[in-house]
């Protein structure tokens, strides 16, 4: 059994790694780009605003916030709400949800995507160099939405549809989870904003595939199981 789960899990990343097209939601169907507002230019007093905020977080954030966010930004997944959920949220041990979960995180990117290159956003530490961020930087100008804090709360919804009792505290998680891509110092108040709404759209339309529904009800009955509730 366990040489199947891992056989599962491996197989999900995999075809995650190599998926070029949509498992569940095309950009086509959600239009994230043209849904969001198009964020603050560089040199506006929105965007000022924005880089004091980022500062008051570095001055204040401490060295254990510093590793959560890191350890967060690592960890991209439905399986980062372990922490929350229990050590049973194990990707090993639950092929099914380890397979929702790749098809989730692909149809996140595919999503989020076409808006990072349509709106073109500087990453704030490469704005304003007095910024020190303790995450993974970039040169690329692709900051809103942010695909982290939109994977964070696709997967958090996710997670509702499979365990709506514990809403409140996967919605809480998700809240966190997003807002540690400040304390990282590489996005805008805004670009989580932004995600947010992404993700909320991109679930709404994922919710009435069949094919998510399926794979959804299947993950449901095992992760139910693994972390003893009720099916």
């Known amino acids: 059994m366990k040489k199947l789960a891992l056989f599962c899990l491996a197989s999900g990343l995999a075809l995650t790694a190599q998926a070029k097209d949509p498992v569940f939601v095309a950009a086509s169907q959600t239009r994230i780009d043209q849904i969001l507002t198009t964020p603050a230019a560089d040199d506006s007093a929105a965007t000022r605003v924005e880089l004091a905020v980022l500062h008051r977080i570095e001055e204040s954030r401490t060295p254990a916030q510093v ?78 939405p942010s695909g982290h804090a939109t994977s964070g709360y696709l997967n958090a919804l996710v997670l509702v549809d499979m365990l709506p009792e514990k809403r409140d505290v996967i919605l809480a998680r998700a809240d966190d989870y997003a807002h540690n891509r400040l304390v990282c110092g590489v996005h805008y108040p805004s670009d989580i904003e932004a995600s947010k709404l992404g993700s909320y759209a991109t679930h709404a339309v994922m919710s009435n595939n069949p094919q998510y529904q399926k794979e959804m009800a299947a993950a449901r009955g095992e992760l139910r199981k693994a972390l003893g509730l009720p099916e």
């Open 67 to 144: 590793a959560k966010a890191q350890a967060d930004e690592a960890l991209e997944t439905l399986f980062v709400y372990r922490d929350v959920l229990g050590e049973r949220l194990d990707a090993a041990q639950l092929p099914l949800t380890a397979i929702l979960a790749g098809h989730v995180k692909n149809d996140e990117g595919i999503n989020s995507g076409p808006a990072k290159l349509a709106f073109h956003r500087v990453r704030p530490y490469n704005l304003d160099k007095s910024l020190h961020p303790v995450c993974k930087t970039k040169a690329k100008d692709d900051s809103y």
